[in-house]
């Protein structure tokens, strides 16, 4: 008997290297056999159909191990299983120690670790140190219906839901605008082979994917049964199956509103596996706190092209000579679109005006204490994708605007004079100041492939930097010609341009540049010279 023992404890560890088949044992004095047995093998998912009948996995400790062991069993959607986990020790010679010796029945062999029943729930048994012995699995269904259960063996120092990727808000969620943006963690098993689903609901984490189906098929059938005026607002749930994707990106969302977001992991049709969940609360986004005279600059098209801005009027303001002091200035500075902009205090509309470029908004009256909110969204969804961010700043110091004084009127005037084909002259009004101010003039000749381009008269102004044009704004097809200089604080500033040439297209820029600060650039001028005489 003693070497029939033996010899079976040999054959289950050469079982667990080479290869997963069932194991023939006899594990009893009096000769009762057990049927066979299947070797679950450590550190991977064993996937194995279960019935009525008792079905038995063998899990070998052959060794003394430090390593920790746990077994996680996981049935399928919607069965009910009911499983436990017997230990069988070994001798110093390997060889089995009968327990149970009064029982001849071989399910008592062993001594009891964990009995459990479940319904499509996995539940996990961690016993520590693993100690040399068998461990039997028993499992069978509660019911008539054969079905199939999940079965993993974990021996590592860390516990095994770990290993299942069992986090605490596993999935980091990423705002923008209406949007927000979901991603987890590949799962740690087989990443390469598994498919993931995600459970989105307005009311709790499901524990199991199948609860889920289960409560969504009972919205279908309430929605069928009453018509939609009977209906009350009820709990919002959804399931995505994702394939292998680890993102997904959420609209539609309802402000104030608490979402639940579950991902399930799927290792074969039916066997699903809790991966990830958090809880995130949609909520309007606070207005963002200004200093004075601190610019901030956020990507709008990342917010979905909506932002505010909050600024209070202190109650020490730094006042400067020759300005009054319950004054307020605002600059507004969208890049590549057009936004509309808004301005309220106590919810009271001061300000709304479309911005393209630049602008600059004066308030007077105000008070110290009082709260100032600016709103921006982009005119037009075309306008979201193509706009890249936005620049503002508020102060009661006007000098502390980095922007020159612009006037009013931003038109570059071209002077008809007697016919000269190679020159012509221009003007504008001169930008507000203290200070000298530096003028750029550019003469930018058009290639025959720009011509049939839409023109703009209203430049980019975050492409105007002090003065000088963007390499990515120069091709080789073209070239610009540049005269700066120290302008005077008259009413109209006159420059005229030379060495123009026939039958050829110019593009004017003018730009004005405040000491230490920042370039801004009144409208283009287009010109298009003919034979003799310019349009």
């Not at 923008?176 to 087989?190: A, E, T, V």
Request: glycine share 4%; proline share 4%; charged share 25%.
């Amino acid at each position: 008997m003693l070497v029939r023992l033996w010899l079976a404890v040999l054959m289950t560890e050469l079982l667990t290297v080479v290869a997963f088949k069932p194991l023939e044992a006899n594990l009893t004095r009096d000769g009762h056999s057990l049927k066979q047995m299947n070797v679950v093998p450590p550190d991977s998912d064993y996937i194995v159909p279960v019935t009525k009948s008792r079905t038995k996995f063998l899990i070998l400790i052959h060794q003394d191990s430090d390593r920790n062991l746990s077994v996680t069993v996981t049935p399928s959607c919607n069965s009910m299983l009911n499983w436990d986990l017997k230990f069988i020790p070994l001798t110093k010679y390997n060889q089995t120690v009968i327990i149970s010796r009064n029982n001849s029945k071989s399910s008592d062999i062993g001594r009891l670790l964990i009995e459990y029943t479940g319904v499509s729930i996995p539940a996990t048994y961690q016993h520590g140190k693993a100690k040399r012995g068998l461990y039997v699995i028993s499992a069978q269904t509660t019911t008539g219906e054969d079905s199939k259960a999940m079965f993993y063996v974990g021996l590592n120092q860390n516990s095994q839901k770990n290993q299942f990727g069992f986090r605490p808000n596993g999935v980091k969620i990423k705002k923008g605008g209406q949007k927000i943006y979901l991603r987890w963690n590949l799962s740690h098993i087989d990443h390469h082979l598994m498919k993931y689903s995600l459970v989105i609901s307005s009311s709790k984490i499901y524990s199991t994917i199948c609860e889920a189906e289960m409560r969504l098929e009972e919205k279908l059938k309430t929605n069928l049964t009453y018509t939609e005026d009977d209906l009350q607002p009820e709990d919002r749930l959804e399931i995505h199956h994702l394939e292998h994707n680890t993102s997904y990106t959420m609209t539609d969302l309802t402000y104030d509103e608490t979402y639940y977001f579950t991902v399930f992991v799927f290792h074969e049709l039916h066997i699903a596996t809790h991966h990830a969940n958090a809880t995130y609360k949609f909520q309007k986004s606070k207005p963002i706190g200004l200093k004075d005279a601190r610019p901030r600059v956020i990507n709008l098209r990342a917010q979905n092209g909506k932002a505010s801005f909050r600024y209070k009027v202190g109650n020490k303001r730094q006042l400067e000579k020759d300005f009054h002091p319950n004054t307020l200035y605002w600059y507004v500075m969208p890049c590549d679109g057009v936004v509309y902009v808004e301005i309220r205090c106590r919810k009271t509309l001061l300000i709304s005006k479309r911005v393209f470029g630049y602008e600059k908004f004066i308030i007077n009256n105000t008070k110290s204490g009082e709260r100032y909110v600016l709103k921006v969204e982009s005119v037009s969804v075309d306008e979201t994708q193509r706009i890249r961010s936005i620049e503002v700043m508020a102060t009661v110091r006007p000098t502390m605007i980095p922007m020159p004084d612009m006037p009013r009127d931003l038109r570059v005037q071209q002077y008809v004079g007697s016919d000269d084909c190679n020159s012509v002259k221009i003007g504008w009004l001169s930008a507000n100041s203290l200070t000298d101010l530096k003028y750029c003039v550019y003469v930018q000749e058009n290639s025959n492939n720009l011509e049939s381009v839409d023109f703009s008269v209203k430049p980019d102004q975050c492409k105007v930097g002090y003065g000088k044009i963007r390499r990515s704004d120069v091709s080789n097809n073209y070239r610009t010609k540049t005269r700066c200089y120290i302008g005077d604080k008259g009413i109209v500033l006159v420059e005229k341009i030379l060495k123009l040439k026939p039958l050829t297209t110019y593009t004017i820029q003018v730009t004005v540049t405040k000491p230490r600060g920042r370039t801004l650039s009144y409208d283009l001028l287009k010109l298009d010279t003919n034979a003799c005489g310019l349009n």
